[in-house]
């Protein structure tokens, strides 16, 4: 951290933030064999950038089959109408609670443009469709397939100054969030503002769990309640929290607002429902068809990674607890290394057909193809991740009979690869109930650690080695075609180039994968949540350092929500409120039942167990979900104000106060009046039709209120009468 | 049906509907000892009606302790006003997407006023606080505990026609329901409604029991599938059907304007967050110490009427199964009997605790208010209704022997009463697996006729009685005082103020119970949906006769929804999931398992039965949500479209098509200007300044768009020419 200096370069380049006023740099890739239509392309890409107002300036790539194509937008002035523009859209989808305002600088100055906006903005002139009014440059497809990448540059003073409060700060506040949001958009700082609020509440889980380490021991039943109460809260929590800060960032809904894939193919054009305007259409059934490979790609997937976990895991079972022949402080390792290689690999394959499906099933927006993606990759990942415990939670402890025959069958096949006589060494086999704990350990601690060094130590020495070779070989080649004053802002975005592109999915899924590890396995291990906790102290800054240092500046979308991760951490708790209570049955048992074969009395135990485990977890989550609706919400109460002030200003102003006053309810006088005149005019009618209809008649009876109240009256004391003298006949009715 | 004209009266009298125009009509009740207080009140009275421009007549009530006080709107533009302002009022609150014109004569033009309307917003003038424009009056409270009622007068023509109508049709159509709404309101439309939904989805679940009956029997597990998955789909589809309606009736929302309870105590004053108005608040904690003692009154309830359902029941059974003595054909009936007496009583006597529970928790709005009785009641419902069958199916059937003990008691008691010596004959018990079909058409068939009987005919046959008892004793006293063309106006109307209030929450009480019966229950009986089916027609039909004749015409209301009703079919819908498999489990096998005690191998298929079918019925319900959030719904896309419309308007009048044009997006003649002139003005800046910035520098190297294509291509050429001739030395670079 005291070496940021070393990786930003010695001194902060010239005037504004550092960057010469560049808003994008295009990466433009000249394959040697393709010259001719990349030139042909690169002119086109020049012409189309200039047709919306941006200017352009090209340099010399990182290498000699590369260019660099510099954008900014032209003029402000064309920048402030995009604003506008976007703004007032963003009004019609709803988004925003009130229009902007036509005076453009008032606009401006009510709420100024944030650099995501802008380059937001900028980012879609250059690639909206021609006819939406963008350059409709695609990079990578198509035509477009020789522009590499279009990034925005780093602002190197901003990140130097971030890690380095965050370097020195226990907990983020809101103000960090903001500035996140402010630099790298609202996507990138949902998953800040995630990671927050989960270390927060992960301090409850660490607490109780260490107590219940110390006192209670594995396989507690009150640390599993506690757990699944807590999964509950948090879940529920922040299904509000991100609605509040969506409303805070001003972007509550524009999940609807969705961009529309370039590969997207259509079968026909329909009339949209609602704007009346065309829309391209592909027919759902066609979809759903292609939806249902699913399916079997699902049971592919349990299959082949069930059965991978199944055999090493079998196979490290007999290596280590029946196996006592020769070589075993070797053979010891082999599952492990079979584990690490095949999972990998096979993963690597069934990601590539799980990418192939996504492609096929077609989405229109990139918002639902991601959700899509991310779903298969979620299975993928639930099966890499848990099986490993769940074989061990769910078979090894309680059941480990069944793995006679796989014992056997390693047993045998060990015998055939010795070609000995003699029989091996074995011992009897026998569970150890400690198992799971020492991979929750592995799980929680080292593949943690392991990963905080992939992710951010190795990449960050191999670019450092990258770039030195490269400094060392190019020196001649390119640097020294370049004008003096830019040498060193060039050779710095030539680097920021070559870094990877910056995926928040990535480090969702870390956390999704970690909040199951929580939620499923930790009543086996309750001290994961203070392992996590410290991880995700760590987390939180390698993954600024990663998007600071490590990956291209990424492109500042907007988003109102964590999207597709919200059903994966809701599935997650649910189903730990039944594996929790499944692990503490079948394992805090392990010792005292029948070993591999549970009594049928523990059998409807453990359905019992099971069944008002999901129970609890149903009923908790609806009471959860009830207090928290009735406790308002800062954000919505805010939105609501909001609209409620538009429409009243909009009443005020469109409709007038007049109107409002004389819709207003008259006073006593005002209604004298009214019903004089109305029978009065009434009277009129009457006189000159001569005759009345009987219901003039009966509204003529009592002429205004005195008269109503004088014959009630006299009605009231004629009824006191007759009971005075009730004997006596009737006396004579007042008739009006 | 045919005698119609004789409930209404030989003639339709007078003018406008029949009702000389009045709009109301108050049932004023003078108590003979409080003569002179309610004499005060009703000149207050009046007077508070006139204040706000309505006008009043006055009659003698149908006794001589009671007037009838006539009220209509003193004029129709007064009447215009209150509708305009109602409407911007929902315009403010969402409930319209639009905003009323400011011409009050095209609103009305756009949108003629309903009768429901009229009626609804002149009850509100009589009743919202004076503070808020209407004159205060709250019937049965405080100082108007002397008005008895304000109810509307029945259109008898349409009620004649109505019932005329739907007597001869099979189906009901939507146009009817838009009648109904037009004259009773969303409130009473919806119950329609849903009815007529139900109705319509009952015929699956007819059918299936039917064919259930036939070929699988009692307690057939595929019956209790489809069972579950329609009572999802029906009420997934029902939950979006009543938005739609909504929609189309322009009440979606309306759920969120709540009338203030006037019996309200409120503690302290503090600002609406939202209209910054100031609020009365009553502190929620004090509410939840209240709500709290809900617990042990559920308890109560279920301790008191289960307890005695068990007691009639295991003395039932002792009376028919065990018993042989003599007297036995008297005394079958004796549980009948003691249940038929004690439940009303209980009951009553819990109502009223749960209605005295309901006040003091001291609810807001009417709608809390009432949304938490219905709550209570349905407790109570729930017990009575389904104790007995649920006695049944869980505790006779299959644990017959745990009755022992009970059917000791009985015997020891009736030999106690005998007083005789030598023991009483008794049968070996035997558990009787008929009992529940038994029961079931007892409940499905019996009950709904003897209700049927006492909603319609009793009272019908009882009003007729009365009134010709009335009529012939006070042909004498009132109605010679009457103004000839008058009297069988007045006549009707005194007739109608005795009628009793329509409560739609009591018919929805039954179909609620009748669903739950049919969830719950009816996999033990698969005709019961049949039963319903022909039920539910008739009582479509006599429901409308008991509003139009057998009530007094219900007050307009508004309403979104059916309310907290969506939540007891919620509700039964998932617990039948469980009572139907448990019910299969447990009485399909009554005759093959042991008796009276379920062998463990037993215990755990019953568990895991009950956990799947929760499971079952849960991913059920996902999945059909997740299919109908897919399937664009009328209402919803009618409502979006709208709001669409009059953004589009807004934008198009408030902001001009001038701005939208200078937003555009720039051809390229414009942004090649745009270009050249930001880069001609920066060049002025540069040499006004003498040197240029690094920045100005940089973005001056190439000027405009064919100076970068140029310096491109050469660069590009440049890189070609690099592998042309790879070993010798560099070429030189191009330096724009």
Known sequence: MSKLTDIYGKSEPGAEGGNFGVDYVINYQIPPNERAEAEASFVQLIQALTSVGIATEVRHGSSKDSLLVFIKVASSDLLVRQVYRARLQDWLSGVRTSSPDKNLSTTLQDEPISEAERLRLIYLMVTKPKDDGGAGITPGTGQWRFVKSVFPLHDHAFNKAWIQKWSGKYLLDQADLDEIRDKFGESVAFYFAFVRSYFRFLMVPAGVGLLAWMFLGQFSNIYALTSCLWSVIFFEYWKQQEVDLAVQWGVRGVSNIQHKRPEFEWEYEAEDPITGEPVKVYPWHKRLQTQLLQIPFALVCITVLGGLVLMCNSLEVFINEVYAGSGKQYLTFLPTILLVVLTPTFTGLLMKVAGFLNVRENYETTDAYNA????????????????????????????????????????????????????????????????????????????????????????????????????????????????????????????????????????????????????????????????????????????????????????????????????????????????????????????????GSLANVSGSTFLLGLFLAENFYLATQRIVRFVMSKLERPGLQKERKARFLVKKRLVEENLGQAVEEKAATPGIEASDRITREALEEEARRISTRGHGSPQELFWQRQRGMNETIEIGRRMIAQSAAEDDKASSGPSPSPRA
């Open 372 to 595: 899509a993606l991310i779903t298969k990759q979620f299975v993928l990942n639930f099966m890499t991740s848990y099986m490993p415990l769940l074989f061990t939670a769910f078979i090894y402890i309680p059941f480990g009979d069944i793995l006679l025959p796989f014992l056997e069958f390693w047993h045998a096949t060990a015998q055939t690869i010795t070609m000995s006589e003699k029989p091996l060494p074995t011992r009897e086999f026998k569970t150890n109930a400690t198992r799971i704990s020492n991979q929750m350990f592995y799980f929680t601690v080292t593949a943690q650690i392991v990963n905080l060094l992939t992710e951010v130590v190795v990449p960050y020495v191999r670019r450092q080695a990258i770039a030195k070779a490269k400094e060392f070989r190019q020196k001649s080649s390119v640097n020294d075609k370049d004008h003096p004053e830019e040498a060193e802002f060039l050779q710095r975005v030539r680097s920021e180039s070559e870094l990877e592109a910056y995926d928040v999915s990535g480090d969702y899924r870390e956390m999704a994968v970690q909040f199951g590890y929580l939620s499923l396995f930790s009543v086996a291990w309750p001290l994961a949540a203070c392992c996590f906790l410290v991880n995700n102290w760590v987390e939180l800054r390698s993954d600024a350092l990663k998007i600071a240092i490590g990956s291209r500046r990424p492109i500042p979308w907007r988003s109102d929500s964590i999207g597709p991760w919200l059903h994966a951490l809701g599935f997650l708790s649910w189903l730990g409120s039944m594996t929790s209570s499944a692990i503490v049955f079948l394992c805090s048992n392990a010792d005292t039942h029948t070993k």
